[in-house]
């Protein structure tokens, strides 16, 4: 089976690690190459190769200024992604919002038996005997 291309949208460029450290840079605010290539640690071909693949589904925008060429992130193709993940978002808040509820009940329960097993332990309820 073939590989699928990793430039056919914002969810495949975004697979790869590296890019999305590219994204995270930019977003601090518009870099030329040589920048990102010192920040990443990497060679400027392997820099250069990724900045293709984010331009070619227009994460980034690059603009020259003399001999220097300025990335800067284009977030817009990032909103498929934002809107694709907000429905696990709201999963995985039902799911934490149940566990607190979980928590607090055995928060009480504990509190409880502790109460009934050390009768000398005031419990914060006054018409608690």
């Known amino acids: 089976m073939a590989r699928a291309a990793t430039t056919t949208d914002a969810f495949n460029a975004v697979a790869e690690p590296r890019r999305r450290q590219i994204l995270d840079l930019l977003a601090q605010g518009e870099r030329p190459v040589n920048d990102l290539v010192e920040m990443l640690g990497l060679a400027q ?4 190769k990724h900045l293709r693949v984010l331009r070619e589904v227009d994460l980034v925008r690059v603009r020259d200024q003399g001999r220097q ?5 284009n977030a817009a193709p990032l909103r498929s992604i934002h809107d694709w993940l907000r429905k696990y978002e709201q999963n995985w808040t039902a799911r934490f919002d149940l566990l607190d509820t979980v928590l607090t009940e055995l928060k009480q329960e504990e509190s409880d038996g502790l109460s009934e097993s050390h009768p ?3 419990h914060p309820d006054p018409d608690h005997p």
Do not use: D
């Open 45 to 48: 071909p392997q820099v250069s």
């Open 69 to 73: 060429r300025l990335y800067r992130l």
């Open 120 to 122: 000398s332990v005031r």
